[in-house]
């Protein structure tokens, strides 16, 4: 049940590279473009991470996934006419369980803790940001940068 888990995961992540995408490319107000790029990013960085973590374990991680890729789309337009303050108040009922599921799978987990602790971190950082944006805070886009930064710099040490 574990390796599904992490699979469902991944798939996750390309689901949230269309959403993401569709809000960049269609989103009304340009004023949030550099939010909606920055959880993109998140998106594209947690991907590459679980692929280079989930093949070695025998899990098909595909670049693309129609299915994933359409129901992203398809969620998107639903709230795309949407104003910033209705579509944030939307989302952080949306991404609630999401963030207390993989939370709750880190925090259960026997096997492969690094993986599930990458999946609860980034599911925790977008439900933070969208918190924090619900409260009108100026520091949310700090919330992702911070989350870039780090998965970034862990990636570029990787290399040293």
């Given amino acids: 049940m574990t390796l599904n888990h992490l699979h469902n995961a991944y ?4 689901y949230g590279i269309s959403f993401f995408t569709t809000f960049i490319e269609q989103y009304s107000d340009p004023h949030h473009n550099n ?3 920055a959880l993109l990013d998140i998106e594209i960085i947690t991907a590459k991470k679980l692929k280079t973590a989930l093949i070695p374990l025998g899990i098909a991680c595909p670049d693309y996934d129609q299915k994933m890729a359409q129901q992203g789309i398809q969620d998107a337009n639903k709230w795309l006419h949407l104003p ?3 579509l944030i108040e939307t989302m952080v009922t949306w991404v609630a369980p999401y963030q207390q599921r993989y939370q709750q799978q ?3 987990t026997q096997q492969h803790q690094e993986i599930f602790n990458l999946i609860a971190d980034h599911e925790n950082t977008i439900y933070d940001f ?3 944006e619900q409260a009108k805070s100026t520091e949310s886009l700090q919330i992702l940068q911070h989350f870039i930064d780090s ?6 040490d990787a290399f040293l």
Avoid at 11 to 14: A, D, H, K, V
């Fill in 106 to 108: 880190a925090d259960n």
């Fill in 130 to 132: 969208l918190v924090a």
């Fill in 151 to 156: 998965h970034t710099k862990q990636q570029n």
């Fill in 35 to 37: 939010k909606w790029q």
């Fill in 84 to 86: 910033w303050v209705t």
């Fill in 11 to 14: 798939l996750g992540e390309l």
